[in-house]
């Protein structure tokens, strides 16, 4: 012990420096322990490289407490104390976005509803009357983001049979659900419970593996683009048979997801 602690203090372990500054690493040590161990309910369920990061953070601020107090002996008590408290702060928002298996396990659920609401035989209906008309002429993404929510156009989306139908279902999960959006072959829009940021959705994951017959989910929780909500995004494909005809995207609370 007391070589190893030479060794790594720099000083003799029988004079006073060098007791303080044994003693300054075992407080640092016990300490950054202590801070693990207040930490890890407040990450329980974090993904391996959340975990990992928070494991890296923690490493490299005892190494750096402890360097702190190799060459300043007293004055590495209050650099602990100060580098501590901040990472109380500091480490969460490191892991923001991350999914928790508690979280995974609500939208495997939600993925379950998508896909039975996407096969439901009103949904198949309007997908396959909006497909025969196609987009509306002239109406492409840039065009939609001049309209406002409230404009005609837009409110018919919202107030026609199928918007109709999934407004009903989100009120009926409000806290849970934000947005459900009903899309075409050609990913443009058939209905929708508030206006989404664009009309025309091909190019994006969320239509594009959906067409692909996947049942297809967000990585990660991001604002949604249309409401501001924290989210997870949902895809389910709309089927005719084996045929895929159009994408029903349903965006989660992640708020409701945590609880």
């Given amino acids: ?78 650099s602990l104390a100060s580098l501590s408290l901040a990472l109380l702060f500091i480490s969460p928002p490191l892991l923001a976005g991350d999914i928790t298996p508690k979280m995974q396990s609500k939208i495997d659920q939600y993925k379950k509803q998508a896909v039975a609401w996407a096969a439901d035989p009103l949904i198949l209906k309007a997908v396959k009357e909006a497909n025969a008309q196609g987009p509306i002429a002239g109406l492409g993404n840039a065009k939609w983001r001049e309209l406002k929510d409230t404009d005609p156009m837009v409110q018919a989306f919202v107030t026609n049979a199928t918007g109709q139908l ?47 017959g996947k049942v297809w989910q967000q990585g990660e929780t991001k ?27 349903v965006s989660l609370s992640v708020d409701n997801l945590t609880k």
């Fill in 1 to 78: 012990m007391s070589s190893i602690a030479q060794g790594f203090l720099g000083d003799k372990v029988g004079n006073g420096r060098g007791r303080v500054r044994l003693l300054g690493g075992l407080v640092a040590a016990g300490l950054m322990l202590e801070l693990i161990l207040w930490c890890l309910p407040r990450v329980d369920g974090l993904t391996v490289p959340g975990m990992t990061l928070l494991a890296i953070v923690l490493s490299a601020s005892s190494m750096t407490i402890l360097m702190s107090a190799r060459a300043r002996p007293v004055g590495g008590f209050s």
């Fill in 166 to 212: 999934l407004t009903k279902w989100m009120n009926a999960d409000a806290k849970g659900i934000n947005k459900i959006v009903l899309s075409g072959a050609k990913s443009q829009r058939v209905g929708f419970t508030s206006m989404p940021a664009i009309y025309i959705g091909k190019g994006k994951p969320n239509f594009d593996e959906a067409m692909d």
């Fill in 223 to 249: 604002p949604d683009p249309s409401t501001n909500i924290e989210t997870v995004q949902v895809a389910a494909p709309v089927k005719d048979g084996d045929d895929v005809i159009g994408v029903l995207l």
